[in-house]
């Protein structure tokens, strides 16, 4: 093999880690389960950008009310909480390594290196709430989409009368538990 030739595989093979899948798709991320970090609908979800500078949503994007408080998606330490461009931001690193991202905040009151547990407060939402996950630094650290982390209430199913008759008590029976969407698409 020449010498251009061996060149123009080594240019190629540089390239490659650049490609999208290269830094937005981890190897292999943990799945843990995440709790939402504020009862809001959704108004703009994630959507991968085609390379790191490239335009998306690296995120999910809620639509809150003003003064609505933020909790933490899980435990953690604030890795950074400040001002980006003008923008109030809250970063917790989790025990799984992944960071979650809390932006848009009107205010915040934690300082890095404070632990927080999960669904402890971390700031006061604007207008909007942004929502984002990253792989582990070990993986990359790439964008993740935050919904397949968030956990969903489940219950065991049961019928419901048609014929007028009275529901039974709904507390009777099995106890609902929380399931991580994560999860349950890798099953």
């Not at 123009?8 to 799945?31: D, E, Q, R, T």
């Not at 809001?40 to 790191?52: F, I, T």
């Not at 300082?111 to 942004?130: E, K, Q, Y």
């Not at 790439?142 to 019928?159: H, K, Q, S």
């Amino acid at each position: 093999m020449g010498l251009l030739s061996r060149l123009l595989i080594g240019i190629a093979v540089a390239l490659a880690g650049l490609l999208p899948g290269a830094v937005h798709a981890p190897a292999s991320p943990p799945s843990p389960c995440l709790l939402a970090p504020v009862r809001a609908p959704v108004v703009d979800g994630y959507r991968s950008p085609w390379c790191l500078w490239c335009r998306g949503n690296r995120g999910l994007e809620y639509a809150t009310v003003p003064g609505t408080p933020v909790r933490a998606a899980a435990g953690g330490v604030v890795r950074f909480s400040g001002q980006v461009a003008g923008t109030l931001y809250v970063v917790i690193e989790h025990p799984s390594g992944l960071r979650t991202t809390y932006g848009k905040l009107s205010s915040v009151g934690l300082g890095v290196g404070v632990s927080v547990p999960a669904a402890g407060r971390v700031g006061i939402a604007g207008a909007r709430l942004f929502f984002g996950v990253r792989a582990p630094a070990r993986l990359g650290g790439g964008y993740l989409d935050p919904a397949r982390f968030l956990t969903r209430l489940v219950g065991p199913a049961r019928l419901v009368p048609t014929d007028g008759s009275p529901a039974r008590n709904p507390q009777s029976g099995r106890p609902r538990r929380f399931t991580c969407t994560a999860r349950d698409a890798a099953r």
